[in-house]
């Protein structure tokens, strides 16, 4: 069944039960349920996302545009779940407890984190379209026929500098220019604080680095035990490691400030069912990015890996070139061309929606993270003896 339609059953379901408000401890069997349904549906998306496309479908490999977009949109169906399970049709009191006292504020904190990188990843994409223009440039001067050497030139300009803006050292950041930071939801206020939203035009100070604020989410990220296992405490601890995975995911992907370290791990037991294709996911993210950290920083988008190993090429075709070119070589070279013209089709068609739908995540945490405050809010006031 298709994620839409699952999810759909799965919200549906959900809200049938709870036209009335239910006890947390009246019906545990039906929570049982809800959490082993929730597990199913994350582990039946991310395996879908581990499994390698079919050989004519290469827009859809590991870390493309195309996977991306596909990632968040598992993001998006486990956040709606997750808040089907803790919010819909409860008493807010029963999410004050231990330890969702402590487990939801933990997560609230990883959103705002979340939020920032969702900037970062967004300044990483324009620069990414940055390059492909760059590698346009070069498409159109090499799809004459004859090429000429005034064409060689112009492509090899445009070339040199998309492989030069590729591997820019990204302690530099996307934007050298930029020396303050727009803050999501302000410095370091507490859990509670509203404080105001600011757009995802984002600058980064020289020294924020992506790889710590993803460490820092990953922070007391620990798989509850015992009794808690079988309690709300699993929903908000699997949701905790999905925002943590997705963000891990996007900035490997993606150019962001300053990533080193970012191919460590954060723990997933792997002795958890649903966590199996994450795991098999980040090691395959991981053994890419050990690969790729001494030859450059442009992140490990497929068709970025494409656009720098194409130019590679297609820069020895035209630092040699000299009218009319041998036939070899430049049939060879059309070839290339080609493909690298398909594949800038794909980055304009798919980049502009990737960024429609990492400002939709943006917004939706925003939302997530105010609904969950105003619940934390009403349970407070709920709990509070009478005077």
Same mark, same amino acid.
């Given at each position: 069944?298709?994620?839409?339609?699952?999810?759909?059953?799965?919200?549906?379901?959900?809200?049938?039960?709870?036209?009335?408000?239910?006890?947390?401890?009246?019906?545990?069997?039906?929570?049982? +349920?809800?959490?082993?349904? #929730?597990?199913?549906?994350?582990?039946?998306?991310?395996?879908?996302? *581990?499994?390698?496309?079919?050989?004519?479908?290469?827009?859809?490999?590991?870390?493309?545009?195309?996977? *991306?977009?596909?990632?968040?949109?598992?993001?998006?169906? $486990?956040?709606?779940? #997750?808040?089907?399970?803790?919010?819909?049709?409860?008493?807010?009191?029963?999410?004050?407890?231990?330890?969702?006292?402590?487990?939801?504020?933990?997560?609230?904190? !990883?959103?705002?984190?979340?939020?920032?990188?969702?900037?970062?990843?967004?300044?990483?994409?324009?620069?990414?379209?940055? $390059? =492909?223009?760059?590698?346009?440039?070069?498409?159109?001067?090499?799809?004459?026929?004859?090429? @000429?050497?005034?064409?060689?030139?112009?492509?090899?300009?445009?070339?040199?500098?998309?492989?030069?803006?590729?591997?820019?050292?990204?302690? +530099? @950041?996307?934007?050298?220019?930029?020396?303050?930071?727009?803050?999501?939801?302000?410095? !370091? @206020?507490?859990?509670?604080?509203?404080?105001?939203?600011?757009? *995802?035009?984002?600058?980064?100070?020289?020294?924020?680095?992506?790889?710590?604020?993803?460490?820092?989410?990953?922070?007391?990220?620990?798989?509850?035990?015992?009794?808690?296992?079988?309690?709300?405490?699993?929903?908000?601890?699997?949701?905790?490691?999905?925002?943590?995975?997705?963000?891990?995911?996007?900035?490997?992907?993606?150019?962001?400030?300053?990533?080193?370290?970012?191919?460590?791990?954060?723990?997933?037991?792997?002795?958890?069912?649903?966590?199996?294709?994450?795991?098999?996911?980040?090691?395959?993210?991981?053994?890419?990015?050990?690969?790729?950290?001494?030859?450059?920083?442009?992140?490990?988008?497929?068709?970025? =890996?494409?656009?720098?190993?194409?130019?590679?090429?297609?820069?020895? #075709?035209?630092?040699?070139?000299?009218?009319?070119?041998?036939?070899?070589?430049? +049939?060879?070279?059309?070839?290339?061309?080609?493909?690298?013209?398909?594949?800038?089709?794909?980055?304009?068609?798919?980049?502009?929606?990737?960024?429609?739908?990492?400002?939709?995540? #943006?917004? !939706?945490?925003?939302?997530?993270?105010?609904?969950? *405050?105003?619940?934390?809010?009403? @349970?407070?006031?709920?709990?509070?003896?009478?005077?």
């Amino acid at each position: 069944m298709p994620a839409t339609e699952y999810q759909g059953s799965f919200l549906g379901r959900i809200s049938i039960r709870r036209n009335q408000v239910i006890a947390m401890d009246g019906n545990h069997e039906q929570e049982l +349920e809800d959490l082993e349904h #929730f597990q199913k549906h994350v582990s039946d998306r991310f395996s879908e996302l *581990l499994s390698p496309p079919p050989e004519d479908v290469p827009a859809d490999a590991l870390l493309s545009i195309s996977w *991306l977009r596909k990632l968040l949109d598992v993001f998006l169906c $486990c956040d709606a779940e #997750f808040k089907a399970i803790l919010l819909m049709g409860r008493d807010p009191s029963q999410i004050s407890k231990p330890p969702l006292d402590r487990l939801i504020p933990e997560l609230l904190e !990883r959103a705002v984190k979340a939020l920032d990188l969702c900037n970062a990843v967004t300044n990483g994409v324009e620069s990414i379209r940055h $390059c =492909q223009r760059l590698a346009e440039i070069a498409v159109s001067a090499l799809e004459n026929k004859p090429i @000429g050497d005034g064409q060689a030139k112009r492509a090899k300009k445009a070339l040199t500098s998309l492989l030069s803006a590729m591997n820019l050292d990204d302690k +530099e @950041g996307t934007n050298t220019k930029t020396a303050e930071r727009s803050w999501s939801f302000g410095r !370091r @206020g507490a859990n509670k604080e509203r404080a105001p939203v600011r757009s *995802l035009s984002y600058q980064v100070a020289k020294n924020w680095s992506a790889a710590k604020q993803i460490q820092a989410m990953a922070n007391n990220l620990v798989a509850p035990r015992g009794n808690e296992a079988n309690g709300l405490a699993s929903p908000v601890y699997i949701m905790s490691t999905v925002l943590v995975f997705v963000m891990w995911a996007l900035v490997a992907a993606v150019p962001c400030q300053e990533r080193n370290g970012l191919a460590t791990h954060f723990p997933v037991p792997k002795q958890l069912s649903w966590a199996h294709s994450m795991i098999g996911l980040q090691d395959k993210i991981g053994d890419e990015w050990k690969k790729k950290e001494k030859k450059g920083m442009a992140g490990l988008l497929e068709e970025m =890996q494409k656009l720098e190993k194409l130019g590679q090429s297609l820069i020895e #075709f035209t630092d040699s070139y000299q009218y009319p070119g041998e036939t070899e070589k430049v +049939e060879e070279a059309a070839a290339q061309v080609a493909e690298l013209a398909e594949t800038c089709r794909r980055m304009e068609e798919g980049l502009v929606p990737l960024q429609m739908q990492i400002r939709e995540v #943006f917004h !939706r945490i925003v939302r997530s993270r105010a609904e969950f *405050l105003d619940v934390l809010d009403q @349970g407070g006031k709920s709990s509070m003896p009478l005077v």
